[in-house]
């Protein structure tokens, strides 16, 4: 178990902790995902044993679904769609409590981090942590870090008027009991779904058609380049992931065989989630992103072609 935290611990402390936290610790809970006027409710079972973590995610209300992780591989089964996606974890990719990356020295170039006060969440004792945005490209973050551990415990989305777009919270918690293995395995059997996969296992590995972004927002870094098949559609994608440690933002690249009247193009929105399209030569452009509208859309605008 981590040692008690103190108020004076400075900021990047209380963030390593975080971090660690929601990667070493065994712990099991129910937390509420509110975004876009939706309420999902999750059971969350978290195992680190053997210097490995596994983890299930699975959904409480609205369409059954679980997500079941370890240190290199997701797999999403979707029961009532009799079908699930098994794909490489990738860079920048990251689940509530465990949001923030392992390195975090570089933040401050791009966020402000303030430690704030003390706070109560799913009946135990939390340290507040703020942290904001030194410019237009990302938003802002509020976290509440459980005392004793380290685990974060609720973490909200700010926007750029201060409203949360979206917000994560555990309602009950338990930390460091024994975690038993049956929790993070599927309730799906996994031979009843149709399963869709990555189409290489290298993501450095360059697709027949290459792009890049030649112009990105400050503090944003690509951290994944791979080429993958969306469900129900036999297209290869090129996906991008640029990351400035904590917003990440995904380019999609796809040659469009369609209509092209039904291209997407410009900006779009769901909830938190800022999305703009745009065309390059036959290429459909999608940038997606927990980012405000002007960051995607400077992403996408910024994509060439490079062979």
């Known amino acids: 178990?981590?040692?008690?935290?103190?108020?004076?611990?400075?900021?990047?402390?209380?963030?390593?902790?975080?971090?660690?936290?929601?990667?070493?610790?065994?712990?099991?809970?129910?937390?509420?995902?509110?975004?876009?006027g939706q309420m999902e409710a999750m059971r969350l079972a978290h195992l680190y044993e053997g210097g490995k973590t596994r983890e299930r995610i699975f959904s409480l209300n609205g369409a059954a679904r679980e997500i079941i992780s370890d240190d290199e591989q997701v797999w999403c089964y979707l029961p009532d769609k009799k079908m699930g996606v098994h794909e490489l974890r990738r860079?920048?990719?990251?689940?509530?409590?465990g949001l923030l990356p392992m390195e975090l020295d570089h933040l401050k170039a791009s966020y402000e981090v303030e430690v704030g006060g003390a706070a109560r969440v799913a009946d135990r004792p939390a340290r507040q942590l703020s942290i904001r945005p030194r410019d237009k490209f990302r938003y802002g973050y509020e976290l509440w870090a459980d005392e004793?551990?380290?685990?974060?415990?609720?973490?909200?989305?700010?926007?750029?008027?201060?409203?949360?777009?979206?917000?994560?919270?555990?309602?009950?918690?338990?930390?460091?009991?024994?975690?038993?293995?049956?929790?993070?395995?599927?309730?799906?059997?996994?031979?009843a779904l149709e399963w869709h996969g990555p189409v290489s296992r290298r993501p450095e590995a360059p697709p027949q058609t290459s792009f890049r972004v030649t112009s990105l927002p400050p503090g944003y870094m690509m951290s994944s380049n791979l080429t993958r098949f969306v469900p129900a559609s036999a297209m290869p994608v090129q996906h991008i992931v640029y990351s400035d440690g904590i917003a990440v933002i995904s380019v999609f690249v796809e040659k469009w065989k369609g209509d092209a009247s039904r291209q997407m193009r410009g900006p779009s929105r769901m909830g938190a989630v800022n999305v703009f399209s745009t065309l390059v030569d036959e290429y459909q452009v999608t940038a997606v992103g927990e980012v405000p509208a002007a960051t995607v859309k400077q992403v996408a605008l910024a994509v060439v072609r490079t062979h």
């Open 1 to 36: 178990m981590a040692a008690v935290a103190t108020a004076a611990e400075p900021a990047l402390d209380w963030l390593m902790r975080m971090e660690r936290a929601a990667r070493e610790l065994n712990y099991t809970g129910v937390f509420v995902y509110l975004h876009g």
């Open 148 to 191: 004793q551990s380290g685990l974060l415990l609720r973490a909200d989305l700010v926007g750029t008027q201060g409203e949360v777009l979206e917000q994560y919270m555990f309602t009950e918690i338990s930390v460091g009991a024994g975690v038993p293995e049956g929790s993070v395995e599927p309730r799906t059997p996994r031979d």
């Open 91 to 97: 860079a920048g990719t990251r689940s509530f409590p």
